[in-house]
């Protein structure tokens, strides 16, 4: 970026480590910073500020919120008899933007991955297994990504849950609404043929 002083330098090297930004979306960012009224660019780092110091981890679902337990938890109006299991919180986030859920979630922290060091001690399974033990769940929905290491925690879950006597299901995949057999994948076509529904 021409005329590249120390702090535009900082701001620039900041924002290069948000995930999937490189120096051209960082310039591109900074030039909108820049251009943007003191009030607009103070209200983003006020934003910021407010995400670090006021959120926290829900200790009953752990997913993120200003309160604990958070505001899904608390709900009487939610399904308690129904725990959706999810790898991220941004993973609530989409779920709850499609608004055809009302039961609750648990968040795992991630997912299992034995490359990578990450096995059932590091996500939050035995604080799920405590939450279904308490008898009021019927239902384990898990919604893990539909990876290898999604399924494989897909997997696990089911062989830990189905001992308690609830029912364990798992998000269906396959052709999303307006997409064409001759575009799709064999994947997701060979999904929705294995998760086809009667009419």
Excluded: W
């Amino acid at each position: 970026m021409a005329g590249r002083t120390d702090v535009l330098g900082r701001l620039l090297e900041e924002l290069e480590k948000l995930p999937g930004v490189g120096p051209k979306s960082a310039e591109r960012f900074c030039d909108h910073i820049l251009r943007s009224s003191k009030e607009e660019a103070f209200a983003l780092a006020q934003a910021i500020r407010d995400v670090k110091e006021r959120l926290r981890s829900c200790s009953r679902c752990f997913s993120i919120s200003e309160t604990d337990p958070c505001h899904i938890c608390q709900d009487p109006r939610r399904d308690h008899s129904i725990i959706c299991v999810v790898e991220q919180p941004r993973d609530v986030l989409a779920i709850e933007r499609a608004g055809a859920y009302r039961g609750l979630y648990h968040v795992l922290g991630g997912r299992l991955a034995p490359l990578e060091g990450v096995g059932p001690e590091q996500l939050t399974i035995k604080a799920l297994l405590a939450r279904l033990k308490e008898g009021t769940v019927r239902e384990v929905v898990v919604a893990t990504n539909p990876t290898a290491e999604g399924e494989t925690t897909a997997l696990a879950l089911a062989e830990l849950v189905k001992p308690l006597g609830l029912a364990v299901t798992r998000l269906a995949r396959g052709m999303p609404a307006g997409a064409s057999l001759e575009t799709s994948s064999a994947a997701v076509v060979g999904d929705a043929l294995r998760d086809r529904r009667p009419l």
